[in-house]
């Protein structure tokens, strides 16, 4: 993580080389946690703080090269000037009854082991592991009114093709018909000019 050359940039690195001495100090009770949640979506990490903590509260995920401050929490209010720049503005803490860090939208970048530090005598900490996995793209349900439109639109084309295929049969059969009877009376109307005939 890069911050521009000043004051604060030796202050962070002071932070956080702080919060580093006292996690080799702090301790744990509680197992690992894993949380699993999809690209896109909320996530939420649980932290299970004592109701009566005083407020401080540090949310860290653990890097090869030093751990990033994903949320910051003293004297009752979200100090974002600690937090990494990946960070701001993505995460807000539940607290109460908890210490849960709340992703709006977790990326596949958020994916690695996350601490919770939350102070006490000694100061205690939770180790949750986050596993990101990409949206899957389904095949989208059919729309049932395209469905109908699908099904109105077939049955209509297809009583049109029979139409067709009757009027045809209709027409060449009634001029068969005419061709058949101008014959037999031009036949008929022979006959009877030869009979009359001396």
Same mark, same amino acid.
């Given at each position: 993580?890069?911050?521009?050359? =000043?004051?604060? +940039?030796?202050? /962070? ?8 001495? %006292?996690?080799? #100090? ?70 109460? =009854?908890?210490? +849960?860090?709340? /992703? ?8 690695? %082991?996350?601490? #919770? ?82």
């Amino acid at each position: 993580m890069t911050f521009a050359p =000043g004051i604060r +940039s030796v202050r /962070f690195r002071g932070f956080s080389a702080v919060l580093m001495l %006292l996690s080799t #100090c702090s301790c744990s009770d509680r197992a690992d946690i894993n949380v699993e949640a999809m690209a896109g979506e909320a996530a939420s990490l649980p932290c299970k703080c004592p109701s009566d903590w005083p407020p401080f509260l540090v949310w860290q995920k653990v890097t090869s090269e030093q751990p990033l401050v994903v949320n910051y929490y003293e004297d009752n209010k979200q100090e974002d000037k600690h937090t990494a720049p990946e960070y701001r503005n993505r995460t807000e803490l539940k607290l109460t =009854g908890n210490c +849960s860090l709340v /992703f709006q939208r977790v990326h596949l970048s958020d994916q690695g %082991l996350y601490v #919770c530090y939350y102070q006490e005598k000694p100061l205690r900490h939770e180790k949750i592991h986050l596993f990101v996995t990409e949206q899957q793209r389904g095949i989208p349900e059919p729309d049932p009114n395209l469905q109908s439109t699908i099904v109105t639109s077939s049955v209509c084309g297809f009583l049109v093709i029979v139409i067709a295929i009757v009027a045809v049969y209709l027409g060449i059969t009634c001029r068969k018909r005419r061709t058949f009877t101008a014959t037999a009376t031009s036949t008929f109307n022979s006959c009877q000019f030869r009979a009359r005939s001396p």
